[in-house]
């Protein structure tokens, strides 16, 4: 599915962020292996995460390419493992705040239960074995953040490795691809903002975040959240909507200098 997430996505961006029926069936249809009707992939690309409506029978819409970025809904994610590789290891805690016009409106924080710690990770993260016995099932717990994330925007410092460790868990428990759009708050970071370093345990100090507990999920999530306050204060005119502000966290300085000649 992240093929068709992907294509759907600069499908949108191409054509104003709104797509024929025709349009939208080419893609879904090519890019899926999947048996099901396009209504029904429709249904399962909204399931995934993937902000996508229907504005009428034959129209349909990428609601970030229309919603202004101060409003629209964040999912800032941190998530502490036993290990580097999804194949190999598993998610032990997970941190979630969900963010709209930016203030906190909701919160997840879990342990999951895990057999298996080993004692280099309990002295980076504090988490003792003990803390996960009796803590929710993988999928229980996989299953939660699922339903918390809903449609919004997945925000994570060093997102791609939180975003490919939770989406390699959710296949394996049969909770299918994450389709939420991605913004990582180092990339944001480094083109909002000067600073020596842009790893989080920096950052912290640097930005003087005094609530932090490093290496403990939610305390993450919830820096990586300052850290993306921050980026928005200096964030430019030109980046109106929330897709336009995911576009510029990957932009390079050519573009961005394009884009501020043209506005």
Known sequence: ?????????QAF????????????????TQYTTLLEESDTIFILLQASGYPISQI????????????????????????????????????????????????????????????????????ITGIEPEDLIGAPSRKEALTQLRHFMQDAIFVAHNADFD???????????????????????????????????????????????????HHRAYSDALCAYHVMQKSLETIPAYVRTSDQLLQFSTSSKKERRIKKEEN
């Open 13 to 28: 961006r191409k054509h104003d962020g709104v797509l024929s029926e025709k349009q939208y069936k080419d893609i879904v």
């Open 56 to 123: 009428n029978d034959d129209t349909y819409a990428l609601k970030t390419c229309f919603t202004p970025h101060e409003v629209q809904k964040y999912c800032v994610i941190d998530i502490e493992t036993n290990g580097s590789k999804p194949g190999t290891s598993q998610v032990i805690e997970i941190g979630a705040v969900m963010i709209q016009g930016g203030e906190i409106v909701d919160r997840l924080e879990t342990f999951v239960e895990c057999a298996f710690l080993p004692e280099y990770i309990s002295k």
């Open 163 to 213: 975003y490919g460790f939770l989406n390699a868990s959710f296949e394996r428990f049969g909770l299918g691809n994450i389709g939420n759009p991605k913004l990582c708050t180092i990339e944001l970071a480094r083109r909002t903002f000067e600073s020596e370093r842009y790893g989080l345990a920096y950052l912290i100090d640097a930005l003087e975040i005094k609530t932090a507990t």
């Open 1 to 9: 599915m992240q093929k068709v997430f992907n294509e759907l996505t």
